[in-house]
């Protein structure tokens, strides 16, 4: 039996379910395929930065993104008392001062920075915000084969035949759909094996907190009780899939911290690499791929999640109004154009962080310079900006347009009191105007306010009148 949709995407993870989402807002029939028969709870991304902020903002689960971070900030954050310096992460684990950093207004939204939000439980929020839109979730199917012609494409999996006329591949760094249509993935070898887990700890009271550089690699320990990171730099895992156990994380653990802390008990544990790549083609033909099917690199700075939430947002409006017959298909073309040098920024700053982290001395001496400038007041900022993620700038500017032009729309205030975002959750186009306009319609809500400008549903200012 063959079931068909419109559009099928591939992989339910926070990338999936935002693009589903996407869809179905703009009445597209669009299905979730998904491997796993649960929702994924191992310990991976903890926070998101601002763009995907202020995605969330855009589509009205940003208040709920914020109850759970009150709650999991709650869970292993002390008040501080005293003037002494807060710490607010890290660049190649070098630790960055807040009290340095001058931090730009809240100009996309409540949340200016990022947002701390385990990964599963942002994943939650977006699934039954899809739910809510009407997007089935198929679990349990194992995609097995992609095969595209002229008018659609089929996905095979485990449990049958599924037919659409477009099909987002967001099934992950090791993605079906993106070799099963032979799209190119360059980019560098690994050189290092990562661990991260929520552990039982013993005998740990030599351990220090925090982010440590050592002869034999890199560690952390915190924030939350019993997170513990580790980075070694001695090749890849012979087995990335093999289970992490207790002793594998004691032992690396001990290794590079030189300490003897025990591992007594795993609740979660993953293991990584730097495999750092980006591919040839966002779109090839009838299949488009999104999230870390298109781009992966290590996790340092937290910005994959980012990344993939804002391809989601980019790619979704554009499919929508293509499908519906809107738009023509050299619109999807403009996705790979304007989502590449984010995804390419990001690749290069974690393979600077890897390079500053080895452990030999001429790297020692370099990151004590690079520590030494990030105890400053313009290196603390500079580093908060690469790390808020990579700015959205839409190469859609003309001579003589305004700066804001491809970029998202700064917060605003309309004339009735309400921000500029929370305008746009039914996914429309959104146009401001300083004073009596044409009358929404359909696609394109018009409100007056301060400044004219016409946004798109992911947010990028399309046009902007400076004078108005």
Not at 122 to 134: N, R, S
Not at 258 to 285: E, F, I, K, P
Request: include cysteine; aromatic fraction near 4%.
């Amino acid at each position: 039996m063959t079931t068909t949709h419109e559009v099928l995407v591939v992989g339910g993870g926070p990338v999936g379910l935002l693009t589903a989402a996407e869809l179905a807002l703009a009445g597209v029939d669009v299905a979730v395929l998904e491997r796993h028969t649960e929702p994924d709870r191992t310990i991976k991304a903890g926070s998101v930065v601002a763009t995907a902020v202020h995605a969330l903002d855009r589509r009205g689960l940003l208040e709920r993104g914020l109850e759970v971070q009150q709650r999991f900030m709650a869970g292993f954050v002390r008040p501080t008392t005293g003037p002494g310096p807060r710490f607010a992460g890290h660049l190649a684990g070098i630790p960055l001062r807040l009290d340095l950093m001058d931090l730009p207004d809240a100009g996309h939204g409540p949340v200016p920075m990022l947002l701390a939000i385990p990964q599963h439980e942002l994943e939650a929020i977006l699934l039954d915000h899809a739910t809510a839109l009407g997007v089935p979730v198929h679990r349990g199917l194992t995609t097995t084969g992609v095969v595209e012609s002229a008018s659609g494409v089929t996905v095979a999996t485990d449990r049958g035949e599924w037919t659409a006329s477009w099909v987002v591949g967001a099934d992950g760094g090791r993605s079906v759909v993106r070799r099963a249509v032979g799209v190119g993935f360059p980019g560098t070898d690994p050189e290092i094996t990562g661990r991260q887990a929520l552990v039982d700890l013993a005998d740990a009271d030599d351990l220090e907190s925090g982010w440590q550089h050592g002869p034999h690699g890199v560690w952390c320990v915190g924030p939350q009780p019993g997170r513990i990171l580790t980075v070694e730099f001695d090749g890849p895992p012979a087995d990335r899939d093999a289970p992490v156990t207790a002793e594998e994380l004691e032992k690396s653990l001990q290794h590079v911290s030189g300490t003897r802390a025990r591992v007594t008990a795993v609740h979660s544990a993953t293991r990584w690499t730097d495999n750092t790549r980006q591919v040839d083609a966002y779109r090839h033909g009838r299949v488009l791929l999104a999230g870390d099917a298109a781009h992966v690199h290590p996790p340092f700075g937290g910005q994959g999640l980012g990344l993939g939430l804002s391809d989601a947002m980019n790619l979704g409006w554009k499919l929508a109004a293509v499908v519906r017959g809107r738009e023509p298909e050299s619109l999807l073309d403009t996705y790979d154009a304007e989502r590449r040098p984010a995804a390419a920024a990001v690749l290069e700053l974690t393979r600077a962080q890897v390079a500053l982290m080895r452990p030999d001395p001429k790297t020692i001496a370099l990151r004590r310079f690079v520590g030494d400038a990030l105890a400053t007041r313009p290196g603390a900022t500079a580093a908060a900006r690469l790390l808020a993620g990579p700015e959205v700038h839409a190469p859609i500017a003309q001579p003589g347009d305004d700066p804001l032009v491809g970029r998202l729309a700064p917060e605003t205030v309309l004339d009735d009191g309400r921000r500029l975002a929370e305008v746009a959750r039914d996914g429309r186009w959104t146009r401001v105007v300083t004073a009596d306009g044409p009358a929404s319609d359909e696609r394109t809500t018009v409100v007056r306010g301060p400044r004219a400008m016409l946004v798109r549903p992911d947010g990028v200012v399309a046009s902007a009148d400076p004078e108005r």
